[in-house]
């Protein structure tokens, strides 16, 4: 039997909204990968801690938005392992913890323009292999790397910035954000 191959896909989901979804939809249904894991990252000390929800809260929307799926799942392996978390540490301890499973890493074409400067960046190709999705104003030269893949899904130019700040000013989001996500932010007064 062949090895069961999982695509990472890691972010804050601060909050997780359709993009997010629609991304790991696509790649599980053109069979790039058999199973999407959002990989729920901690607080990023680049970004700014006053905008960030705590670790529950994000997982509690990521539950919320994958309900009833079959092909996307949550991570949080990151929560407890030691900071700064670094993608290839993170790759090697679920290789280790899933021994019948490939993991591939899915990042956006915006990261992969500074893919060079992640900390073991050559290994994570050779040993896990990396699916870069096309952002807007970002392309991608095609070229062939052992170990990426480049993927023409659909672009959905939203973001979690975006979405909170369109929440503040009072805007509805419910059709920006998976079933249920908006009614857990406005109950909990969130953004």
């Known amino acids: 039997m062949a090895q069961e191959t999982i695509g990472l896909l890691g972010g804050s989901f601060n909050p997780v909204h359709i993009g997010h979804l629609m991304l790991a939809s696509y790649l599980v249904q ?3 990968v058999d199973e999407v894991w959002l990989l729920l990252s901690p607080a990023n000390p680049l970004k700014d801690a006053s905008k960030m929800l705590p670790d529950v809260k994000r997982l509690d929307m990521l539950n919320i938005a ?5 092909k996307i799942d949550i991570c949080d ?4 392992m030691p900071r700064p978390s670094y993608t290839i540490n993170t790759l090697d301890v679920l290789s280790e913890r899933y021994p019948d499973k490939r993991f591939k890493l899915i990042i956006g074409s915006d990261n992969w323009r500074i893919f060079d400067k992640w900390r073991d960046n050559q290994r994570i190709l050779e040993d896990y ?3 870069v999705y096309l952002r807007p104003g970002y392309p991608v030269e095609r070229r062939i790397i052992d170990g990426l893949d480049v993927v023409d899904a659909p672009m959905v130019d939203v973001s ?3 979405i909170r700040n369109a929440i503040s000013r009072g805007k509805n989001m419910t059709y920006f954000l998976p079933t249920g996500v908006y009614k857990y932010i406005i109950d909990n007064k969130l953004y």
């Open 77 to 80: 392996i990151e929560l407890s």
């Open 129 to 131: 292999g990396v699916i």
């Open 66 to 70: 994958i309900k009833g799926s079959e």
């Open 160 to 162: 979690s910035t975006f």
């Open 30 to 32: 053109w069979n790039y």
